[in-house]
Every structure is written in structure tokens, then in C-alpha cells.
């Protein structure tokens, strides 16, 4: 399957997607936490109520986006998502109080997680039918191996430049990513499973439904 240089740049192309999927997502989250109680000096509990309150952001955006993406298409659907980030990112990196922090983390999950509630059809759907086991795991695992580097990143910015830095400077040009690479891919939203014309990547059939 892999002899196919069509399958092979499809792969290559995934892997890079979802390396720039789990550095948005993790660029989003995993420093957020020391943000909040080192940047700000907020209590831990003040923290983990952000945290609910994000992730209730999360949980609304996967579902809602991840469900719309059937009307709107997968990779405009995700390029929508990723530039909704972008406009929170200000709000996001520059609040200082309780109410903004809650409602600037809510609103960037519901994009960052709003877009990723369209991955599991989408690598599902541009998997070749041989594969299909195999490829979106994989494709999905190899970026989420190369976007471990994104914590020690943001670290080391946050101890030379402060938090909002650290975090303005790989949230925002992840998104700029996830956008040129969505809207440089293809997508099959429709396609048959089992029809053979998931093995063709590079033809028509591949791009069944392209937005």
C-alpha cells in the first residue's frame, strides 16, 4: 500500500496535520494551568474552576463543529475553527481577571476541540480502504510524538519572555498552520467505505466532497 507515492504523500500530509492539531491543542492547555497560578498568582482553586469551565467549552465545541462539518465540509469546518482561535487569542493570552480568563479559555476550546471534533471522520474518511485500521491511529500518533515538543518550548518562553508570550508566539502560528495545511489537503466527506476509491488519493474520487 505504501509503494503508492499517492497513499504516501497522503500519509506524510496527515502526519504533519495532526502534528499541528495536537500542538494547538496542547499549546492551549498544557501550560495554561502555570499561567494562571504563577503568571497571575491566582489560587488553585481559582485555576481548576478555569479549567471546568474551559473544558465545558470543549466538550460543546467537539460535539457542535465535529456535527456541523457534515453540512459545511471537513477542512472548511476546521480552517473556520482555527480562525476563530486566532481572534480569541488576544483575549486569551492578555486577561488578567476571573471573569475574562473564563470566558477567553472557554471560547478558545470551544475552537481548538470545535475543530478537532472533525478528525475522527476526517482521517477515518481519507484512510485507504486496506489501511483503515492503521492509518489514522498512526498518522494521528506520529504528530502527537512530534508536538511533545511544544511543552519544553513553551517553558523555556515563558521563563525568558513570561507566559502570555510563550504562548502567543506557538498558539498563534499553530493555527496559521492548521489553516494553510486544511485548506492545501483534500477531503472524502461522503465516501463509500469498502469502494475502492479510498485507495486513490490522488483522484477524483478522493475528493468526493471537497469543499
Not at 489560587?43 to 460535539?63: E, K, P, W
Not at 486544511?182 to 477524483?204: C, D, N, Y
Request: aromatic share 8%; charged share 10%.
Amino acid at each position: 500500500m505504501f509503494r503508492n507515492p499517492a497513499v504516501l504523500r497522503r500519509f506524510v500530509h496527515l502526519v504533519a496535520l495532526m502534528t499541528a492539531f495536537n500542538w494547538m491543542s496542547h499549546g492551549t492547555q498544557d501550560i495554561y494551568p502555570s499561567f494562571v497560578k504563577k503568571g497571575l498568582d491566582l489560587s488553585a482553586n481559582t485555576a481548576i474552576a478555569i479549567a471546568v469551565v474551559c473544558n465545558i467549552g470543549a466538550m460543546i465545541g467537539g460535539v457542535l463543529l465535529g456535527a456541523y462539518s457534515e453540512r459545511l465540509g471537513r477542512r472548511r469546518t476546521i480552517m473556520i475553527a482555527a480562525a476563530g482561535g486566532l481572534v480569541v487569542v488576544p483575549f486569551f493570552v492578555l486577561s488578567t481577571t476571573v471573569g475574562w480568563l473564563m470566558l477567553s479559555s472557554f471560547l478558545m476550546q470551544v475552537c481548538v476541540q470545535g475543530a478537532w471534533g472533525v478528525i475522527p471522520a476526517h482521517l477515518t474518511e481519507m484512510s485507504p480502504d486496506a489501511v483503515r485500521g492503521f492509518y489514522p491511529g498512526v498518522t494521528y500518533q506520529l504528530g502527537n510524538l512530534i508536538a511533545a515538543l511544544n511543552l519544553p518550548i513553551q517553558e523555556a518562553l515563558a521563563e525568558r519572555h513570561g507566559y502570555p508570550s510563550a504562548m502567543a508566539w506557538t498558539i498563534v502560528p499553530t493555527l496559521a498552520v492548521v489553516i494553510l495545511l486544511s485548506a492545501l489537503g483534500k477531503e472524502a466527506k461522503g465516501i463509500r467505505f469498502g469502494s475502492g476509491s479510498a485507495a486513490a488519493p490522488s483522484g477524483a474520487a478522493a475528493g468526493t466532497a471537497q469543499s
